[in-house]
């Protein structure tokens, strides 16, 4: 009977385990999480910081499942070092964990930006579940917010905030939102759209520190020298793989676990998937490549034959309640040719390169972008139907 052992309980671990317990039957599965809770919907956590769902909402997989499935799971508990020689990992409380194959699905934590009150009270990053229940207490008692980051993170846990009634300001390094989602034009739609529900913006603006005191942060200051007063700040950064047991087991890291196409790694039996793989030079971070990993690693894990080639980058979502998708290469530098129009609050675009799609954008209708996915998937050569694309 095999030991499968997985380290981290998100998307790609979770997936992993369905996928060995669908091919090994017998096999017995240990998963090891540093979070308090079953698998969670992480996706919806701006749901959950806007008050419209609860905490068991959020949770997908019962602890009863777990029972049934046949997957020991330990949760609020840290692997802290690995070896690969003997084929074990340490836990906190000093356990020794064996196994016959292993997953490293230890996911990442968000980036804090080095910088002067970083440490303040009021200052938060969001990625967890723990970090949106300490938000929700801390904003019962706040009228305002600064949200760091004018990427999608940041600006859902903006929109949950102003549906809490907190007036909310976003800085932004970048000249626009969006900046991996959207063009230019697409961007400045955006903007318009968000500020008339109540936004403000700062773009193009980059943080020289935070001020405050024993009782917590006071405002940001911007390189300009510009002071925004605020009692609460939300850094959205971008996140890091957590690479620390990676490490200890000596398997080969650049910028996060790099595998092959069967999602292993460069020592035998270990394997990675979610935000802590990179294939082919990519750490995707998102919650569907996690999901293919996942069930990838899992396969080969427990002996099938399964090949990774790859996610396409692509984001289909309500941004503060506006629908956007956005796939591919967006052309932001006008290199490619593109097809685009807009109007009261919609903004299309399809890029295109020797008669095929490799990029799209959908702002405020995106009625028509599953079928241009499709195409792009596809490579279909679109020469004799350019003029339907938009509609």
């Not at 035998?268 to 998102?286: R, S």
């Not at 569907?288 to 990774?308: D, I």
């Not at 790859?310 to 593109?338: H, W």
Request: charged fraction near 25%; include cysteine; hydrophobic fraction near 40%.
């Amino acid at each position: 009977m095999k030991r499968y052992l997985i380290i981290g309980n998100g998307a790609a671990g979770m997936t992993a385990a369905e996928q060995i317990r669908k091919h090994d039957p017998k096999g017995s599965i240990t998963i090891v999480s540093s979070e308090s809770y079953p698998f969670y919907w992480r996706t919806r956590l701006n749901d959950y910081l806007a008050r419209e769902i609860n905490e068991e909402d959020l949770i997908v997989k019962k602890e009863a499942w777990y029972r049934d499935t046949g997957l020991e799971v330990r949760l609020d508990t840290q692997a802290t070092k690995g070896n690969a020689q003997e084929q074990s990992i340490v836990l906190a409380n000093g356990e020794e964990l064996h196994y016959d194959r292993l997953l490293l699905a230890t996911g990442s934590h968000s980036f804090l930006p080095p910088m002067q009150g970083s440490e303040l009270q009021g200052v938060f990053t969001l990625r967890t579940l723990e970090d949106a229940r300490r938000i929700r207490r801390h904003a019962e008692n706040v009228t305002q917010a600064v949200l760091i980051g004018g990427g999608l993170l940041g600006l859902e846990a903006a929109n949950a905030l102003r549906k809490l009634g907190i007036r909310c300001t976003v800085v932004e390094f970048f000249p626009r939102l969006l900046p991996r989602q959207l063009d230019t034009e697409g961007a400045a739609k955006l903007q318009e759209i968000m500020e008339k529900m109540g936004f403000h913006f700062k773009l193009g603006a980059k943080t020289r520190e935070i001020q405050g005191d024993t009782a917590g942060v006071r405002g940001v200051l911007l390189e300009d020298g510009q002071l925004l007063e605020t009692p609460m700040l939300i850094v959205s950064a971008g996140v890091r793989p957590n690479l620390e047991l990676a490490d200890s087991l000596g398997v080969q890291v650049d910028k996060g676990v790099v595998v092959d196409d069967r999602m292993a790694t460069s020592v035998e039996n270990i394997f990675a998937a979610g935000d802590v793989a990179n294939y082919n030079g990519m750490l995707y971070g998102i919650w569907p490549a996690a999901m293919e990993q996942g069930a990838t690693a899992g396969g080969n894990m427990a002996g099938v034959s399964l090949k990774y080639s790859g996610t396409l980058m692509s984001t289909m979502l309500k941004v503060a309640g506006i629908q956007l998708a956005s796939a591919g290469e967006i052309d932001a530098e006008n290199r490619y040719e593109s097809l685009a129009s807009q109007g009261q609050d919609i903004y299309r675009k399809v890029v295109l390169h020797d008669d095929k799609i490799v990029g799209a954008i959908f702002l405020g209708d995106t009625r028509p972008f599953n079928r241009i996915k499709k195409m792009m998937e596809e490579k279909q050569d679109v020469a004799t139907v350019r003029h339907t694309l938009l509609d």
